[in-house]
Nanobody, 119 residues
Framework: QVQLVESGGGLVQPGGSLRLSCAAS????????MGWYRQAPGKQRELVVI??????NYADSVKGRFTISRDNAKNTVYLQMNSLKPEDTAVYYC??????????????WGQGTQVTVSS
């Protein structure tokens, strides 16, 4: 079982930046896919970015502004968000695909972190 803990959300002014973190813990796992989703009030959860099999896909609304990265030593995935807009306001969730030494795959979700972009 992989546990994910998110951090880094908060209140930021339009044009500002935030970096979200998603730390994975557990035993016998490796990260083979990673992504971030968000859900704004009254809206469905939507994909922000996903990386799998060496390919990264960003939602059109965040291309050029958001960047996903990872620190393998820390089992942590990041989402750097620049030039934030009010419409980026949402709860952000990390979603990691992992595999254990037996080849079993699973997906885990973070608890969500609130990002509010407002002046």
């Amino acid at each position: 079982q992989v546990q994910l803990v998110e951090s880094g959300g908060g209140l930021v002014q339009p044009g500002g930046s935030l970096r979200l973190s998603c730390a994975a813990s557990g035993s016998d796992f490796s990260i083979n896919a990673m992504g971030w989703y968000r859900q704004a009030p009254g809206k469905q959860r939507e994909l922000v970015v996903i990386t799998s099999s060496g390919s990264t896909n960003y939602a059109d609304s965040v291309k050029g502004r958001f960047t996903i990265s990872r620190d393998n030593a820390k089992n942590t995935v990041y989402l750097q968000m620049n030039s934030l807009k009010p419409e980026d306001t949402a709860v952000y969730y990390c979603n990691l695909g992992t595999m254990d030494s037996r080849g079993r795959s699973s997906w885990s979700w973070g608890q969500g972190t609130q990002v509010t972009v407002s002046s």
